[in-house]
C-alpha cells in the first residue's frame, strides 16, 4: 500500500510544518544551498518539495528566513530568468560566494551537506 506525502506527515499541523521547513533553512550555511525536496526531507515532511516552496513564498513580515539558499534539485533558481526576484537571489547568493551562471548553482560545488551532529540534534530544536 503507498502512503500519501500527507499521511506520512500528518502528526504535523500547518504551523509545525512551516516552523520545521523555516528552522532547516535557516541551518544552511551561508556559501551553500539546499533543494526543496532536501529541506523538505530534513523537516521531516518527505516528498513534500511543493510546500517548501509555499512556505517560504509566505514568509511572515519581520522573520529572518534565508529563502535565497533553497532551489531546485537541478541547481536552477525557481524564478524566471532575469526577473527582479531571481537577479535579487542570485545577487544574495554571490554575497555568500555561491557562484551562480545562467540561473544556475552547481549542486556538486555547493550542496549543503550536513554533519552527523547536525542530523541527529540540531534538525530536532
Known amino acids: ?3 500519501s506525502s ?3 506527515s500528518e502528526g504535523k499541523n500547518a504551523t509545525d510544518k512551516h516552523g520545521a521547513i523555516w528552522h532547516v533553512v535557516n541551518m ?3 556559501g551553500s544551498v539546499a533543494s526543496y525536496g532536501q529541506v523538505a526531507d530534513l523537516a521531516g515532511l518527505p516528498g513534500r518539495a ?4 509555499k512556505c517560504l513564498g509566505n514568509i511572515p513580515d519581520g522573520m529572518q528566513v ?3 539558499r533553497v532551489l ?3 541547481g536552477y533558481l525557481a524564478f524566471p530568468v532575469n526577473s527582479e526576484q531571481a537577479l535579487r537571489q542570485t545577487a544574495l547568493l554571490q554575497e555568500e560566494n555561491v557562484a551562480v551562471f545562467n540561473n544556475k548553482v552547481k549542486m556538486r560545488d555547493f550542496q549543503w551537506e550536513p554533519d552527523l551532529y547536525t542530523l541527529l540534534y540540531d534538525l530536532e530544536k
Do not use: T
Not at 50 to 53: E, K
Open 66 to 68: 534565508a529563502w535565497h
Open 72 to 74: 531546485r534539485s537541478n
Open 1 to 3: 500500500m503507498k502512503m
Open 50 to 53: 511543493r510546500l517548501v516552496g
Open 6 to 8: 500527507d499521511s506520512v
Open 28 to 30: 544552511i550555511p551561508p
